[in-house]
């Protein structure tokens, strides 16, 4: 789309249906390769980074399929390698979570950096500690990861920042290692406890996601599922600033103010009617906003980076 023409001045009204989270069902397609089976996927979101994903699925052997509007169909049974090309791995940021469970699965993995954003390169320095605290044995010359474990080993290990994507990969390959690997200053996002809920779902042992400490017993036999991937909270959050900064009256189906607790506190600050119910949220918003106190990003439960722009947007 090279082009798109917005005609202000009306309020918003209506109902619509919160998306599945797209920083939810990455790790999500990245772990169907520890089930070696069938993985029906509900709420999934029609994006480009799911479409690389499952890009790479294919190249590997595996089947995806999609049926009906956001349902995935996966099938890693026939999974037959373990190599992703650079090709691949430069459509989206975020590939590098293929390669935990591409070394839990198969004992070896072989991949580029990752690449496909516009930010810039995007380290996975702490991802590769944690593996090679696993028993990986990773050699990075050329650009190129290639990565051996025979036989992970669950540890402790310790990140010295609290990274998503490090948490999750660390998730993944600890499934496949022997032992408990215990990860200690882990990301505390929804979209963990999501990942943990999936793993646990196909007979995975995790526990502590949403706190600083996740546990992994390792070396359980996993199997396909039927799961429903949570409702994407920046989605949400757009909406609702959306809302606030034309006026009107909206209602998210399926949205979960618990995710995005510091957002709405911003919005109720500058003058939105919030209500959470079962079903979703609602916004009204009548009057003209007022200004806030200073807003800080924070990793979660802290401002999330990602609200930060369309909440400023808002307040203009």
Known sequence: MSQLTIRGGSCLGGETEIQGAKNSVLPILAATLLTAGQVELRGCPRLRDVDASIHILRDLGCTARWEGENVLLVDTRNLNGCAVSERLMREMRSSAIFLGAILAR?????????????????????????LRDLGAEIDDAGGVLHCK??????????????????????MLAACGADGVTTISNAAREPEIVDLQQFLTACGAKVSGAGTSTVSVEGGKPLHGCTYTVMPDRIVTATYLCAAASAGGEIFLQGAREAHLSTVTAVLREAGCSIRSEERGMACVCRDRLTAVRPV??????????????ILMAALL
Request: overall charge negative.
């Open 149 to 170: 474990a025979p036989c992970l080993q669950g540890r402790e290990i310790v990140l010295s920042l609290p990274s998503v994507g490090a948490t999750e990969n660390l």
């Open 296 to 309: 800080r990003t924070a990793p979660y439960p802290g401002f999330p980076t990602d609200a930060q722009a």
């Open 106 to 130: 198969c004992g070896q993995a072989e991949l580029s950096y990752p690449g496909g954003c516009e930010l810039g390169p995007r380290p996975i320095d702490l991802h590769l500690s944690g």
